[in-house]
């Protein structure tokens, strides 16, 4: 809400007086989510220290996003050119927690992300690394899977692909067909293990506190150095998913479906946030294989948090600094890891999330 507040200052100073309501137009990325209808006399006043961020509400209304977004719907024509290209670098650390050969074994590389838009919809997103010092050489156990070695084979990943890898080449195709419905294709090297083609739909209607989300991949094992082959293994992948947000911060999240081993199963998700914006979550994932395919622990289970930026500085700053653990790097319960997951992009974009941070409107 702080970027909206700050818009609606903007406007209501460049507007002429005849103006008596504010619409703006929120969006995540290139989606248009929501649109947010101010009374600017109500806004001005608090401003000016007369009023409250609870009057502006109450003389204020929340929508979801119209079927035609502003975007391809204005009375003015916006100026496009593309491609657009982006990039970043920094240096960033792999590392593999406690294995038999040393509880921490890591890696300090080189990151460099591109992203090239084509369109407005329509992107292609890569990542290089690059070794600067790493200790992956003492790893020395070998996986003993029974079942497809989709995961577990992780240490010749990083001791073969430490000295260049593309860790991803996805060409990405993200839009609306409908309100409150969004959708995302994808095509190339998804992520270090595996390349293929595939997308999800998510259905996140505006005044509800459930979204319903469903994703399918056609998936082949890429080589251990990460470049440009693959292996023999081939599966197709997908889940269903339901999640739901309980009162004090607390989201759930459940998918039932085929993990990349073949195995099918279910795994849930319990996550909190906090008022500072801090999120700490746990997840397990029980498929049909016995304990003895699987191997030691039984099912695949761990934890994560994400730390949000803003919190390290005097004055505002987007972006979260997220960590997980996940002791087991076993075969069972394994995702394909999604980059650009549209529940992930729009779960806090709904009406709880807006009211929830309904006070940052005048900061």
Request: net charge neutral.
């Amino acid at each position: 809400m702080r970027a909206a507040g700050r818009t609606a200052r903007i406007v209501s100073a460049l507007a002429p007086e005849g103006v008596d309501r504010i619409n703006v137009h929120m969006m995540n990325g290139d989606f248009e989510i929501s649109t947010l209808h101010l009374n600017r006399n109500k806004f001005d006043a608090a401003i000016e220290y007369k009023g409250s961020p609870a009057e502006i509400l109450e003389a204020s209304t929340l929508k979801s996003y119209s079927e035609t977004p502003l975007i391809e719907n204005s009375d003015f024509e916006l100026q496009y050119d593309f491609p657009e290209v982006y990039w970043s670098m920094a240096p960033a650390l792999r590392h593999q927690i406690g294995g038999p050969e040393g509880f921490y074994l890591g890696q300090l590389f080189w990151k460099t992300d591109t992203n090239i838009k084509f369109s407005r919809y329509l992107s292609l997103h890569t990542s290089f690394g690059n070794n600067i010092y790493d200790t992956f050489n003492n790893f020395n156990n070998p996986s003993q899977s029974t079942i497809p070695k989709v995961r577990s084979d992780i240490q010749k990943y990083l001791k073969e692909g430490k000295v260049f890898n593309l860790a991803r080449m996805q060409l990405q195709y993200m839009y609306s067909p409908m309100n409150d419905i969004f959708a995302r294709f994808d095509v190339g090297y998804l992520e270090e293990m595996f390349g293929g083609i595939g997308g999800e739909v998510l259905y996140r209607p505006f005044n509800k506190n459930y979204s319903l989300g469903f994703s399918l991949h056609k998936v082949k094992q890429r080589g251990y150095k990460q470049r440009f082959s693959f292996k023999e293994y081939e599966t197709t992948t997908g889940h269903m998913s339901l999640y739901y947000d309980f009162p004090l911060g607390i989201s759930s999240g459940v998918s039932v479906g085929k993990y990349l081993a073949g195995d099918k199963g279910v795994t849930l998700d319990l996550s909190r946030r906090y008022q500072s914006g801090f999120t700490l979550g746990i997840f397990a994932t029980k498929t049909n294989l016995s304990a003895e395919e699987f191997g030691e622990g039984s099912f695949d289970k761990g934890f994560y948090l994400s730390i949000p930026t803003s919190m390290f500085y005097s004055d505002f700053r987007t972006g979260n600094i997220s960590f997980g653990l996940h002791p087991l790097t076993k075969d069972g319960g394994a995702k394909l890891i999604q980059h650009n997951q549209l529940y992930s992009l729009l779960a806090d974009t709904n009406e709880r999330a807006l009211l929830r941070d309904w006070s940052d409107l005048l900061e």
